[in-house]
């Protein structure tokens, strides 16, 4: 039986896209998935930039249509947070009761990154219990990796989210946990 | 017939939330929704902070599946992008089919956002044609107000994106352009 997994990740806008993308692309199918990657398929002419950006995304939501499964890197990406691509598409495969998987390359909680990377450690309790910032936005604190809608998105199902510390210079590159979660998700739905 | 429309953004993290998220929730109804806000149930009670987040998670989840739209505030929230548990809520919904609609209160493009805010106005051209920061990733330029999967998602349903420029103090508050997409979505699916 094939399982068909989505590789979804902010790879695609490094300069080495294609070769990370297939180097993930043949780890997925090693440990025995056939894997999607946004990129694979030819995108067909547009006329103006929207409208080849509407024809990725046709694409792009034609290949989670037809998988069973996400990867998702949801190592921090231009900021605090995720890819907001990698994202959205997270939660479409969670709502169409696709199994999820996701890993990040960094062991630093969100709130650890809201409050030190973002609010540079100035946050006091606001009047309602709930540490903020200076501008009195709340600094949400459960323990996870990211936003609790992300973490869980995959805890609520079958999936397993892998934290790895990786120094800066490799975090969008290094694919150790990228591994450890193929290697979770072949033992609970192959073989 | 009741429309039941779940409202996603960044609001629960000010510090006027209630207020704002009332304020969402009276405009809804009075454009003839049924509104449905994450923080409007009980969360039942946890052992730790990670299954307090779990908990929350599954609120969330059991009211956007009661959902029939989804109108989501993908303003810029804590840098360049919309705040990613919104974004994660307007993914699930498109993957489940439901209605989806969106605001953002900038009118500046992602790629300008990208280019400006986040490297300073310091890009060049890549090998492969691409505009590209000093770390060499690739900045998307698709005229989109984010990320091609949130446009690309809204925009390939029968949904409506607003985007209106807010003065950055008013930015997480002012609710003009959502009060648009009610109207919209009223036309569309009401009466």
């Known amino acids: ?17 294609v070769e990370i993308q297939r180097e993930k692309a043949a780890l997925a199918r090693a440990a025995g998935f056939t894997p999607l990657v946004p990129g694979d398929l030819e995108i067909p002419p547009a006329a103006t930039k929207h409208e080849r ?37 997270l939660g ?15 062991s630093r909680s969100y709130y650890e990154r809201i409050l030190n990377d973002h609010y540079m450690g100035e946050a006091a309790l606001r009047a309602d219990g709930r540490m903020a ?8 604190d459960f323990d996870m990796a990211d936003n609790l809608m992300l973490d869980g998105g995959v805890l609520r199902r079958d999936g397993t989210l892998v934290q790895r510390e990786v120094p800066e210079a490799a975090r969008l590159t290094d694919l150790e946990a990228f591994k450890e979660c193929l290697a979770i998700a072949a033992r609970q739905h192959l073989g």
Chains 1, 2 share one sequence.
């Open 133 to 140: 910032g200076p501008d009195g936005i709340s600094i949400e």
């Open 53 to 89: 950006g509407l024809a990725i995304y046709a694409v792009d939501e034609g290949m989670m249509m037809a998988c069973d499964m996400i990867i998702a890197n949801l190592t921090p990406f231009r900021g605090i947070s995720a890819d907001v691509g990698t994202v959205f598409e």
């Open 1 to 17: 039986m094939h399982v068909k997994v989505y590789l979804a990740g902010p790879e695609v806008f490094l300069p080495n896209a």
């Open 92 to 106: 479409f495969m969670c709502g169409r009761g696709k199994h999820a998987y996701a890993y990040t390359n960094t």
